[in-house]
C-alpha cells in the first residue's frame, strides 16, 4: 500500500510559528525531507523519523529539484509516510506547486499544511503591517531572482500602489531600487530590509528607497533577508522609536 507526503511549512525561522497540524504531521512521518532554511529545532517534533537532508538555499550549492521529487515518489511508493519540510509556506516561492503536481501524476497522495510566509512575518516582526487602508490597497509578494534570470517587470509593480514584499532580491538589490526608481517611484519612499527575520539574530536597516542598498551595506545585512517597500514602512520607524523609548 503507498504511503502519503506532507508538504509543509515550517514558517518563517521562530520555531514556535509553526502551525499545529505541521507537529502532528512531523509526528507521524516516517521520513523527513527538510530544507536547508529550516529551524532545526523543528525535527524535535519528528524523533522517531529519518531525517534526510536536501538544502536549498539561494546562491548556494542546492540538491536538484527532480532527485528531491524522485526521492519523494519512492519513499511513498514504499509505504512511508513523508514529511516534505520546507521554510515559510510551501506555496510562495518553495517549489511546492511543482512538488505537488510530480507526487500527483504518481498517484501519491499529498496533504499541503501552509506555512507562515518569511514575508509576512519579517515585516510585522518590526512593526510593518503590509496592508492597511490608510495607506495602501493590497501587497505584492515577487521573487528578486527567477529561473531563467529574467527581471520581474518593476514597472508594472511600482505602478501597482501596492506594497512591494521582495524575496530573495538582496544579490541584486542595487539593480532592483535603480529599475524602481526609474520606474517612477520616489527616491523618499520608506523602504526596509529585514535579516534573518523572526529569530534571535534578526537584522533590519529602515530607510528610504534612495538609500536602501547603501544603508544595506553598511549594515552588513546579506541573505536570506526580505525587502519591503512602500508608504507602510514608515510605521516600522514608528514602532521602533517607541521600542527605544520603552528600552531607555
Known sequence: ????????????GDPELITLKAVKALQAADVVLVDDLVNRALLAHAPQARIVEVGKRGGCKSTPQHFINRLMVSLAEQGQTVARLKGGDPFLFGRGGEE?????SAGIAVDIIPGITSGIAAAASIGVPVTHREYTHGVTLV????????????????????????????????????ELLAAGLSAETAAAAIQQG????QQQVVTSLGMLPMAVKQAGLGSPAIIVVGDVVRLAQLNLDVAAVAAA
Open 143 to 178: 521573487t528578486g531572482h527567477t529561473r531563467d534570470g529574467e527581471q520581474p517587470n518593476w514597472q508594472a509593480l511600482a505602478a501597482s500602489g501596492t506594497t512591494l514584499v521582495i524575496y530573495m532580491g538582496m544579490k541584486h538589490l542595487a539593480s532592483i531600487v535603480s
Open 1 to 12: 500500500m503507498a504511503g502519503k507526503v506532507y508538504l509543509i511549512g515550517a514558517g518563517p
Open 198 to 201: 523572526s529569530l534571535p539574530e
Open 100 to 104: 505537488m503536481l510530480e507526487l500527483r
